[in-house]
């Protein structure tokens, strides 16, 4: 889903395997270093993922020791899209007109942006 967008395009999702933790996975314009790719095809690891974890303060990037703790999940992300801090690189929240009308009420309500990805 993320493949064929820009660099810092990004997704945060529920945790599946850590309960009240978030996922993020962020696209990014190269692979980390030392990562070898035996298909030639690098897209599969332009897509980089996170935990953030729900700390007694607020939620925080699991094991990055540089990151402070944030008091909300859209803190957190809009810290990111100013500088990165441990991510490789910075989040780029979407501009209103990207997103469709049933989005824009979401990212209003929830005081953060959001992107739905749907299989259309």
Do not use: W
């Given at each position: 889903m993320l493949k064929d967008r820009p660099?810092?395009?990004?997704?945060?999702?529920?945790?599946?395997?850590?309960?009240?933790?978030?996922?993020?996975?962020?696209?990014?314009?190269?692979?980390?270093?030392?990562?070898?790719?035996?298909?030639?095809?690098?897209?599969?690891?332009l897509v980089r993922h996170f935990l953030i974890e729900p700390t007694a303060k607020g939620v925080r990037l699991k094991g990055c020791a540089n990151e402070p703790i944030f008091g909300s999940l859209s803190a957190l992300v809009y810290q990111h899209s100013i500088t990165?801090?441990?991510?490789?690189?910075?989040?780029?929240i979407p501009e209103i007109g990207e997103l469709s009308l049933s989005n824009q009420c979401l990212a209003f309500s929830f005081s953060c942006s959001i992107i739905t990805v749907s299989a259309d």
């Amino acid at each position: 889903m993320l493949k064929d967008r820009p660099p810092g395009t990004f997704v945060v999702r529920d945790s599946n395997s850590f309960p009240g933790a978030f996922g993020l996975a962020v696209k990014v314009a190269q692979p980390p270093p030392g990562v070898q790719n035996k298909t030639g095809d690098i897209s599969n690891e332009l897509v980089r993922h996170f935990l953030i974890e729900p700390t007694a303060k607020g939620v925080r990037l699991k094991g990055c020791a540089n990151e402070p703790i944030f008091g909300s999940l859209s803190a957190l992300v809009y810290q990111h899209s100013i500088t990165p801090l441990a991510l490789p690189c910075k989040l780029v929240i979407p501009e209103i007109g990207e997103l469709s009308l049933s989005n824009q009420c979401l990212a209003f309500s929830f005081s953060c942006s959001i992107i739905t990805v749907s299989a259309d």
